[in-house]
């Protein structure tokens, strides 16, 4: 006799009881006085593990796709409609900050005592989004006298480690950026009309200056600032320069994924680059909106405990507030928008090489 099919229950499929029951409050332990609002911490930052699960799920099969040779060029949408998801969590992330906020100062003391010494430093998860993403152990902010994997249990750390041996999204996207078959322009000497299309530029700010009803040493102060800032489009007009500054860290993108990502910037009108224009502005937004989350949890801390130490033994506010200015992974393509020239100043493309970039078809009677 055939078994029964079994009805699927909707408390059964998302395991609604073991969900509900896993808020636990310390203050309520041992016949102690609940303290109300230690719900509302529980919820909120177990709320954060589950959508940082999803955040994982979804980075790391974009990994997967660009982590092999040949990009299938179908997966770019995909990707970029992904990591349009993922940016859609992180502004949840950040509202729910709101929520938290619902509770005061004076509620918080009344169970923080019990947290010691746990800390959203210990987040594993958002330690694997970091590490997936490509946040290097030398770019990180220092919690301690020891690696930040320390915080984990063993098992985590090994797992974290392992993690950041593995392909990141950072390397995936410059490995992928350094194969992108538009480098190659024949004949067309792009750096050579690129330079000149930034020295015309440069000059036409300099003559608005120089016209300008501002004092004289105020001009002197802005052509002295854009001469300075001049100097970094030798990034890409000299590959030397470009070595120098990748070794000294003011860049980490390789020279050549540079170009490509510069090329994909000015020319993100031609037909086939609006995909890859797409994708990497989709990295720009979700690093941003990591940066937002961390400074708008920042404020929350100050408002919250001011400036007293974390629970987990970090400097509180000032370790949240430096650790989102310092923890951007794709910094090097917001620094592409310093080296951006105007349309109207873009060196025209060959015929040859804008049919390359665009859609053509042909039709024949039948």
């Known amino acids: ?63 997967k796709m660009f982590s092999v040779k040949d990009v299938d060029e179908r997966n770019i949408g995909v990707a970029t409609s992904r990591l349009r998801r993922v940016i859609e969590i992180q502004e949840v992330l950040v509202s729910q900050v709101r929520v938290l906020e619902t509770m005061t100062s004076l509620d918080f003391l009344e169970f923080r005592s019990y947290l010691f010494p746990a800390s959203g430093f210990q ?6 989004i970091e590490a997936i993403m490509g946040l290097e152990e030398e770019h990180r902010l220092r919690y301690g006298p020891k690696p ?65 009803e501002m004092p004289q040493d105020e001009k002197d102060r802005h052509i002295e600032m854009l001469e300075a800032n001049s100097s970094y489009y030798e990034m890409v007009t000299d590959e030397s320069k ?5 070794a000294s860290g003011q860049v980490r993108l390789s020279y050549r994924a540079s170009m490509a ?21 989709c990295l720009k937004d979700m690093d941003e909106m990591f940066t937002t989350w961390r400074y708008r949890h920042a404020q929350m801390v100050l408002r919250m405990i001011g400036r007293k130490v974390g629970t987990g033994g970090s400097s509180g506010h000032d370790y949240l507030r430096n650790a989102a200015a310092q923890h951007q992974v794709f910094k090097d393509l917001y620094n592409i928008s310093t080296l951006l020239i105007p349309r109207s100043a873009l060196p025209p493309l060959p015929e040859e090489i804008k049919k390359q970039l665009g859609f053509y078809f042909t039709t024949t009677d039948v």
């Open 1 to 63: 006799m055939a078994e029964k099919k079994r009805k699927m229950h909707y408390h059964d499929y998302l395991k609604v009881e073991q969900i509900l029951s896993a808020q636990v409050l310390e203050s309520e332990k041992k016949g102690r006085k609940p303290a109300h609002e230690e719900m509302l911490f529980i919820i909120i930052h177990q709320t954060y593990e589950l959508w940082f699960k999803q955040i994982l799920h979804e980075l790391g099969s974009v990994v």
């Open 148 to 212: 930040y994997h320390t915080q984990l249990h063993d098992d985590q750390a090994s797992e974290i480690q392992e993690m950041e041996r593995a392909e990141s999204l950072f390397e995936c996207m410059e490995s992928w950026l350094e194969r992108t078959p538009f480098l190659h322009l024949g004949d067309f000497e792009f750096l050579k009309h690129y330079q000149q299309a930034v020295d015309d530029m440069i000059a036409k700010e300099k003559k608005f200056i120089q016209i300008s």
């Open 123 to 128: 987040s594993f998860q958002f330690r694997q």
């Open 261 to 281: 990502a510069l090329l994909i910037h000015l020319y993100r009108d031609e037909p086939i680059l609006h995909g890859p224009f797409n994708f990497l502005s």
């Open 242 to 246: 470009h070595a120098e500054m990748q």
